[in-house]
Structure formats: C-alpha cells, structure tokens
C-alpha cells in the first residue's frame, strides 16, 4: 500500500515563506498524476499544484509565481515551496497521488497565514 506523509504546515506571517513535505513510501506503479491540493475554511478543495505524467506542472493561477513544487533527487518526496504567503493561502495542505493502482491522499497539514 501507498502511504503519504506530510509535514511543515505552520503558523507563518503574511509575506513570510513556508515549505511543505510529503513523503511516498510503498510500491508505486504507473503514476498519472503527483501534486498538492488545500482546502481553505469554507471551500471547497482545490488543486494547488499538480505534476502530470508528461513532467508538465500546472498551478493554480491564485498561487502562480509564488509557489513551486519540487522533487527531491534518489527521494520519493515532493515539496510545495511557498513565498510572499497570504491570508488567502491559509487551510489544510493535502499531498496527492493518482496511479493505475488508486488514488492516495496524505493526512493533510495545516497552514495559517496570519500577523
């Protein structure tokens, strides 16, 4: 089984940066999709990032310039690297993966912008 491990969710300031984690473990097979999703108070959950099977990464025009996601090299573990934070960007961070096998969801991790 796929399990995701997230972490690095925080009580940040407006402006500040922030970098989330998530870390894959188990046997992975044919990935269709890696990425990050949030839910903010309220809303409904939305795509922050995602990574398709092509390398193409598609982000959200709200969080477009400010954040990044990464891959660690010889790592199964994807970053959201997230700049100039705003009040906006708070809720629950969720890790994602889409493959031939099922879909995989992490725990999800909260992140607070807030003065």
């Known amino acids: 089984q796929v399990q995701l491990v997230e972490s690095g969710g925080d009580l940040v300031q407006p402006g500040g940066s922030l970098r989330l984690s998530c870390a894959a473990s188990?046997?992975?097979?044919?990935?269709?999709?890696t990425g990050w999703y949030r839910q903010a108070p309220g809303k409904q959950r939305e795509p922050v990032g995602v990574i398709t099977s092509g390398g193409n990464t598609n982000y959200a025009d709200s969080v477009k310039g400010r954040f990044t996601i990464s891959r660690e090299n010889g790592k199964n573990t994807m970053y959201l690297q997230m700049n100039s934070l705003k009040s906006e960007d708070t809720g629950v961070y969720y890790c994602?993966?889409?493959?031939?096998?099922?879909?995989?969801w992490g725990q999800g991790t909260q992140v607070t912008v807030s003065s």
């Open positions: 994602n993966l889409r493959s031939s096998h099922g879909g995989y």
């Open positions: 188990g046997i992975i097979l044919s990935i269709y999709s």
